[in-house]
């Protein structure tokens, strides 16, 4: 069984900083991609940033330039580092990882944690 378990959300104020924390019960190794999803009351859930095996990065064109995802091999952990935080980033943040074995695909999701950002 994977774990995804997710840390770090917060209240904040607009233009405020967070770092959210992903950590796994499996070697990052074992993933194809581990990234960053959320979703707003009443909304769909969104990327928000990926992170490929080799490195690639992928983020939605609403996060890029504030935030960044990077990973920790030796902690199986996957950061969401948030700059200049806006109010229509509050959401609860999911962590991924996702595995292909063969022709097999697995979706993996944390439990989630809360963003809120202050006006």
């Known amino acids: 069984q994977v774990q995804l378990v997710e840390s770090g959300g917060d209240l904040v104020q607009t233009g405020g900083s967070l770092r959210l924390s992903c950590a796994a019960s499996?070697?990052?190794?074992?993933?194809?991609?581990r990234g960053w999803y959320r979703q707003a009351p009443g909304k769909q859930r969104e990327l928000v940033a990926t992170?490929?095996?080799?490195?690639?990065?992928n983020y939605a064109d609403f996060v890029k330039g504030r935030f960044t995802i990077s990973g920790d091999n030796a902690k199986n952990t996957v950061y969401l580092q948030m700059n200049s935080l806006k109010p229509e980033d509050t959401a609860v943040y999911y962590c991924?990882?996702?595995?292909?074995?063969?022709?097999?695909?697995?979706?993996?999701w944390g439990q989630g944690t809360q963003v809120t950002v202050s006006s």
């Open positions: 991924n990882a996702k595995n292909q074995v063969g022709l097999n695909d697995y979706d993996y």
């Open positions: 499996r070697s990052m190794l074992s993933f194809n991609t």
């Open positions: 992170m490929s095996r080799d490195g690639t990065t």
